[in-house]
């Protein structure tokens, strides 16, 4: 059995998984103020807490599955992702750089797994972003999330962009497919990866970007999307959250796991390497 609050990973905990209500899971990410997305952070934080929750909520959900009549209150699940809690500035202000460009397999193997686990996963993820910025690998995670809550950026700015091509990074075909997926228009499209524009929480709801927008801190986007979980969780007790979302994101899927680069023999090794 879990016990919670889980933090992760074990002697350098980066981000913590609470469990404050039955059908409820909060995700606070906590690696130094702005929560880069590391290969720690993911693949021995966020990876392991995915699985915790799941584990939780398929064993409630069989329990709803076996007497409905009898377990009602079982099989309902929400799960909210947030940034540090103790500020209101940053969710994730996207990939540690630097460090993920010296492993040619940081997005194959670390990245886009991530995305595909939050994209279909059972229950029902809601996002939470904190006050004031939220970019690149940070917007691109929250895109393959449910929901997105956000401040109103009516106390401090607060901006989403998909930056990329301000600094020169290309797009990988993930975060691609995701965006072609969820935001359909082509002129949205081009505004969002070709232009790198930065949307105010406003343009970003009118844009279909963002779900809600929140007056306040984090605190209080938080607790919006908790009053959403409760409203939505009830979604998870058919068991079929996941799978409706894998049809539904098919083709996000299959260009995760097309490999379109070129054969090469030392991405390989690099890949053994850290398998092994």
């Known amino acids: 059995m879990t016990r919670y609050p889980l933090s992760l990973p074990a002697g350098n905990p980066l981000i913590t998984l609470s469990h404050p209500k039955k059908s409820l899971w909060v995700i606070e990410l906590h690696n130094g103020q702005d929560s880069l997305l590391t290969h720690e952070l993911i693949n021995q934080g966020l990876k392991p807490a995915l699985n915790a929750v799941e584990k939780t909520w398929r064993e409630s959900w069989r329990l709803h599955n076996k007497d409905q009549q009898a377990n009602k209150d079982e099989g309902k699940g929400t799960l909210i992702v947030v940034g540090r809690k103790d500020q209101d500035k940053f969710f994730s202000n996207g990939l540690d750089f630097a460090n993920s460009q010296e492993d040619p397999n940081f997005i194959r193997l670390t990245f886009d797994p991530l995305l595909e686990r939050i994209l279909t996963f059972p229950s029902d993820p809601h996002y939470c972003c904190n006050q004031r910025t939220l970019f690149c690998g940070g917007l691109m995670l929250s895109m393959a999330c449910d929901y997105r809550v956000v401040t109103d950026g009516s ?122």
């Open 155 to 276: 106390k401090r700015n607060c901006w989403l962009s998909m930056n990329e091509v301000h600094v020169g990074i290309s797009l990988p075909p993930s975060g691609a497919a995701i965006l072609r997926s969820k935001f359909g228009p082509g002129l949205l499209k081009r505004k969002i990866a070709l232009e790198g524009h930065r949307f105010t929480p406003q343009e970003a709801q009118e844009a279909g970007i963002v779900d809600y927008i929140v007056n306040g801190g984090t605190a209080a986007v938080l607790a919006r999307a908790e009053e959403l979980a409760d409203q939505w969780s009830v979604n998870a007790q058919g068991g079929v959250w996941g799978t409706i979302k894998t049809e539904l994101y098919r083709d996000v899927l299959e260009t995760i796991h097309k490999d379109a680069r070129p054969p090469n023999h030392l991405h390989d090794d690099a890949a053994a390497k850290a398998r092994l």
